[in-house]
């Protein structure tokens, strides 16, 4: 089956304008974009104290403040570590990693509002989403009502590959969760099936059917459904499909991302890096966000496996973890003076500290010279070093 015979003209979408801004620097999302999507989805909740939070935090990572006085804007809670599919480019394609999760792993409700209560009038978002498949956590839609009662803003990516039974599309709309990242990596069964590996491309779009009609019934203009592409080389040619056909299909918007093995994705996040050492600059992660696991373990990006220790953010609290001792010292490896000297060793990989301060560094630079516009050189290093939600805290 392929999507381009469902194709019908497009009415003009509030999306468009970050979707063509996605068009035209696909290869990564930027900071700007990054932003946006996030903006987009607090506005609503926006409070005075969130926003005063929001400026300090901003101030307090750019002067690089060891213990910040602003808490993180922005949490990753995972849903739950399980995943039933094996995409080729994820860590659940090995079955040795897969194998270490059971499906009992889930995020509370109750670990959940251990973890958020201490920070909710300064919570600007939570991302319901790590390492697995959050749908396949049946406490999603309460975790997100309560989220949503307490005026954060809620979003996750999904494969969507899932049972979906009305009523279970009903509860979701009905959650007040505010947007749904639809990984949907190609416009016909076959091209989704080579990164897709045990996902269900109709059982997908029948999904986004459920739920687009649930949202129609009970007259809710959330969650926003957005169609997200990891574009590889043999689905490039696909995005104008997807640009033409996401409405019909039932989706509000799309977002293009570059497949983060690729050589694209590659080439980009040296630029940064380099950039990012010889600037010494701070990373924004340990200053923004904060990723924490079904099980609490505090991590400060998405990345794994890492193990930063530090800390749980069910037993010792997001306030605790996050002015203590080792987030502290984490920070400091990005202090201007001492830059990379006590940088943790995880963080100077990330960055590629060695090869931004090697010899190959100055080539790095002329290549940034002659390939890289102006405006896509303001990007920053959310895709670059976790793509979208990936981002993109997905963004
Ligand atoms: C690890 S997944 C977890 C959520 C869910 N299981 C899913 O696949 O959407 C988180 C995000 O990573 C993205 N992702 C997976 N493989 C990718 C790749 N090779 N390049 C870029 N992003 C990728 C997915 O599209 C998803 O938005
Ligand atoms: S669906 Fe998501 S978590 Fe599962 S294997 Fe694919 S990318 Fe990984």
Redesign the pocket.
């Known amino acids: 089956m392929s999507i381009a015979p469902l194709y019908q003209p497009p009415a003009k979408a509030k999306y468009q304008l970050r979707s063509k801004l996605g068009y035209f620097a696909f290869h990564q999302v930027s900071r700007f974009d990054y932003l946006m999507r996030h903006l987009r989805k607090t506005l609503p909740y926006l409070t005075a104290r969130k926003l005063a939070n929001l400026a300090l935090n901003l101030a307090e990572w750019k002067f690089k403040t060891l213990v910040p006085r602003s808490m993180p804007p922005y949490l990753k809670v995972e849903s739950t570590p399980v995943?039933q599919?094996s995409?080729t480019?994820?860590s659940h394609h090995d079955p040795d990693y897969k194998r270490q999760f059971h499906p009992a792993m889930n995020l509370t409700l109750e670990d959940f509002k251990r973890v958020i209560d201490p920070v909710k009038d300064t919570l600007l978002g939570v991302t319901l989403?790590?390492?697995?498949?959050?749908l396949l956590n049946r406490n999603l839609p309460e975790i997100v009502g309560y989220a949503h009662q307490e005026g954060i803003a809620t979003s996750?990516?999904?494969?969507l590959s899932v049972q979906m039974s009305e009523r279970t599309a009903y509860e979701i709309v009905s959650s007040g969760l505010d947007a749904m990242?639809?990984?949907l990596?190609g416009t016909t069964e076959e091209t989704y099936a080579r990164?897709r590996v045990g996902g269900d491309f109709q059982l997908v779009v029948k999904n986004v059917r459920l739920l687009a009609e649930a949202k129609k019934a009970l007259q809710s203009k959330r969650p926003k459904l957005i169609w997200?592409l990891?574009v590889f080389d043999y689905n490039e040619g696909e995005m104008e499909i997807v640009r033409r056909t996401h409405k019909s299909l039932g989706f509000d918007g799309y977002e293009f991302?570059?497949?983060?093995?690729g050589q694209a994705?590659a080439s980009k996040k040296r630029i940064f890096n380099t950039r990012l050492v010889q600037k010494k600059r701070a990373c924004f992660f340990p200053w923004n966000a904060m990723v924490i696991t079904s099980e609490g373990d505090v991590k400060p990006c998405c990345h794994e496996p890492r193990d930063f220790a530090l800390g749980n953010a069910i037993r010792d609290g997001v306030r605790e973890v996050w002015r203590g001792k080792a987030y502290h010292e984490l920070r400091a490896g990005f202090a201007t003076k001492t830059f990379g000297k006590n940088m943790h060793e995880e963080c100077k990989a990330c960055i590629g500290y060695a090869e931004a301060t090697g010899p190959s560094a100055q080539l790095v630079q002329i290549e940034e010279r002659s390939n890289e516009p102006k405006q896509v050189r303001a990007d920053e290093e959310i895709i670059a070093r976790h793509?979208?939600?990936?981002s993109k805290l997905?963004r």
Request: with cysteine; net charge negative; aromatic share 16%.
């Open positions: 995943c599919m995409c480019g994820c989403s790590l390492r697995g498949e959050p996750f990516p999904t494969n990242y639809v990984s990596d990164y997200k990891v991302v570059p497949d983060w093995s994705f793509s979208s939600e990936n997905s």
